[in-house]
T-cell receptor, first 112, second 112 residues
């Protein structure tokens, strides 16, 4: 069983839709939870990070962590064509950021 | 400020040859990481440097892979001899020590 499970999609939505992306994980030691966005032929770019359980909002993006269910989500409001990319969840259990475990990534298409 | 720079962006070699990948981290970032994504799989941790010292190399697949970080600045990852299963995208990331990893655009390695 993978430590982090993420549906690879693709997920296709119309412009303006609310997008919900999710990951589940098995390692209860994870404490830091991140979402990265990756455009084609580019490296991952950190979008959000959250420590332990709770919500965090940044503009159109909201990250949620439910440690009791080992489930994390990223919501994108008012999605734009420029949001079309692969979204990777990532997590680790240590400070310092090493040995981050990534999900497979969900490919998102936002249609104009 | 310059981001993480990797080169070459692409490398095509034959099985048995040697390839060296280079990463220049963001200036002032003591932490440097190598990750790899093989076709259809998740991005996986290879190793972590703090300055010139290897902090964790538990993700290195085998002794055909050698990473160095001379003087705590740029890093190289050498594969010798390359095998078919080494094909994939090799990412370098750097950080100041927190959860925010800054990734380069990666090196696409194809072993034929």
């Amino acid at each position: 069983q993978k430590e982090v499970e993420q549906d690879p999609g693709p997920l296709s939505v119309p412009e303006g839709a609310i997008v919900s992306l999710n990951c589940t994980y098995s390692n209860s030691a994870f404490q830091y939870f991140m979402w990265y966005r990756q455009y084609s032929r580019k490296g991952p770019e950190l979008l959000m990070y959250t420590y332990s359980s709770g919500n965090k909002e940044d503009g159109r993006f909201t990250a949620q962590v439910d440690k009791s269910s080992k489930y994390i989500s990223l919501f994108i409001r008012d999605s734009q064509p420029s949001d079309s990319a692969t979204y990777l969840c990532a997590m680790n259990g240590n400070t310092g950021g090493f040995k981050t475990i990534f999900g497979a990534g969900t490919r998102l298409f936002v249609k104009a | 400020e310059a981001g993480v720079t990797q080169f070459p962006s692409h490398s095509v070699i034959e099985k048995g040859q040697t390839v060296t990948l280079r990463c220049d981290p963001i200036s002032g970032h003591d932490n440097l990481y190598w990750y790899r994504r093989v076709m259809g799989k998740e991005i996986k941790f290879l190793l972590h440097f703090v300055k010139e010292s290897k902090q964790d190399e538990s993700g290195m697949p085998n002794n055909r892979f050698l990473a160095e970080r001379t003087g705590g600045t740029y890093s190289t990852l050498k594969v010798q001899p390359a095998e078919l299963e080494d094909s994939g995208v090799y990412f370098c990331a750097s950080s100041q020590g927190g959860q925010k990893l800054f990734f380069g655009s990666g090196t696409q390695l194809s072993v034929l």
